[in-house]
């Protein structure tokens, strides 16, 4: 007896080990029954978890030696012991089930021919939550109190392993929820900003990363669609090989065929040498055509074989020589509206167009302003090594109101050309130098920075019809300091 006791204890062990190792709730599920059947030779067994929703209360999630429909009459037998059981948390033991008066009115029990039933609880502290159940058709007795000790006790240590896979798998579906909700804004580490729109266009460059779709970037000059493209390429299948970038409006018509394709030796007058073409420098990795709008018309039909075909010719050459690139194109202007001017072909429009990222400008993002004057102003700081360590309110207002034509672009010069003038650890409205020549027409070079201020926001409570919240939300400022300016000039 001692000895045995001494194997159930070893045995138990091992079960607790493998168990809690563990954590795929469908594969525990389907390891507890696996043991709890071939340690007391049960032939027929399954697992059923507590489920509110199911019309008997209860789903079976697991089974080993029964119909595969979960509606068979194969379950009519142990319905009512497993009920037992959810409701009560105790476990049920029969040893000769036909003669047992607790299953006098179960038919189906000498229908099934079964003789010995055992289920057991599965339990956190004192919730049931599930149950394993176990029967015998062959052998009266198959179970005894044995059993249930053993069965009992390893039902506690799988309801712990059950649960702690169940709580694993929430905490995983959740961290994945979140990593799709937050990755496109964390993943890319320089790439600042938490406005929605700018969160979505992000959200698109995710979805793109590990496919070589045509990808075109749109929005005004400035708006970061270089460093998307290279966020595209350095996050994706094509990262550690070439990233090569071209401007198409910087460089001259008589000379982009042979910059992009180049050219073999004896082209045309000066050709000494045969020479690469940029598009075979990107070989394997990412061509990066920036300003497409400005590529030369008899060009773009070259450009669209290289798209479709994955082929091109140096100048001068007759065999044609492929080229594994990704294509990534940009433009700040409107390409449909360049197609119906004849300045662009179409089929390269749809075939740039695959999935179009439009980059807004910072005017539209106002609520990413104060991260990105943080961001540039470390980095300016260090990169100068000037100890400024902060930006005054005043001054972030000050940026804040600015319509920023020349969107990020323009805002990074400006807090680098500020943290190299500021005299102290704090940059105030005196050293940002702002290009206001834009609004000159508009504001009489009298006015100082607080009349600007003033004539935007009464500007912008006219043109919303006097909504403070809608105001301040438009010019990204808070409710809060909107009212007190108002308060200032009496108009509260």
């Known amino acids: 007896m001692e000895q045995k006791h001494k194997d159930n204890f070893n045995t138990l062990y091992e079960i607790a080990r493998s168990i809690n190792s563990i954590l ?34 209860y789903d079976v999630v697991t089974m080993k030696n029964f119909s595969s429909q979960k509606t068979s009459n194969d379950y009519a037998a142990s319905s009512s ?51 394993v159940y176990l029967d015998s058709g062959t052998m009266l007795k198959e179970f005894n109190d044995e059993s249930l000790k053993f069965l009992t006790i390893f039902g506690n240590l799988a309801g712990i392993a ?60 400035g708006t970061g669609k270089e460093l998307i493209a290279r966020a595209i390429h350095d996050n994706g299948a094509r990262k550690g090989l070439a990233f090569v970038a071209v401007n198409c409006s910087a460089i001259p018509e008589t000379l982009i065929e042979s910059e992009l394709f180049g050219y073999v030796r004896g082209a045309f007058t000066g050709a000494n040498t045969a020479k690469k073409g940029l598009v075979e420098v990107a070989d394997g990795g990412t061509l990066f055509l920036d300003e497409i709008s400005d590529l ?37 202007k409107d390409l449909r509206n360049e197609v119906k001017k004849g300045a662009f072909r179409e089929d390269l429009f749809f075939r740039l167009n695959v999935v179009n990222i439009h980059l807004p400008p910072l005017r539209e993002r106002k609520e990413d302003i104060p991260l990105l004057a943080e961001h540039f102003l470390k980095r300016s700081a260090k990169m100068y090594k000037r100890p400024v360590e902060s930006i005054h309110p005043d001054a972030m207002q000050m940026m804040l109101v600015n319509q920023w034509q020349g969107n990020v672009r323009e805002f990074q010069n400006v807090i680098e050309r500020a943290v190299v003038l500021c005299r102290g650890t704090q940059l105030t409205p005196n050293d940002l130098v702002l290009d206001v020549s834009r609004h000159e027409s508009a504001l009489p070079n009298s006015m100082t920075l607080e009349e600007i201020e003033r004539q935007i926001i009464e500007a912008t409570l006219e043109d919303l019809d006097g909504n403070r919240r809608r105001t301040a939300e438009k010019l990204g400022v808070s409710l809060r300091w909107l009212q007190y300016r108002l308060k200032e000039w009496n108009k509260d």
């Open 162 to 221: 059950i649960e702690n896979a169940k709580r694993y798998e929430e905490l995983r579906s959740q961290n994945e929820r979140l990593k799709n909700e937050t990755g496109a804004i964390c993943l890319f580490e320089n790439i600042i900003g938490k406005s929605d729109n700018w969160k979505k266009a992000l959200e698109i460059v995710q979805r793109v990363l590990d496919n070589d779709v045509a990808v075109l970037l749109t929005g005004e000059s």
């Open 296 to 332: 030369p018309f008899l060009l773009q039909s070259k450009l669209l074989r290289l798209l479709q075909e994955k082929e091109y010719r140096r100048i001068g050459e007759t065999a044609n020589r492929s080229a594994d690139i990704r294509v990534v194109a940009a433009t700040n």
């Open 24 to 57: 795929e709730p469908e594969d525990l599920l389907e390891r507890v029954l696996e043991i709890a059947m071939t340690h007391l030779s049960a032939e027929r067994g399954f697992v059923i978890l507590a489920d509110s929703n199911k019309e008997n209360g």
């Open 81 to 131: 012991v497993v009920i037992s059981v959810l409701n009560t948390g105790e476990a049920v033991l029969t040893f000769d089930a036909p003669n047992d008066e607790r299953f006098e009115s179960s038919t189906s029990i000498i229908a099934q021919k079964i003789l010995s039933i055992i289920c057991v609880p599965l339990k956190i502290g004192e919730r049931t939550f599930g149950a």
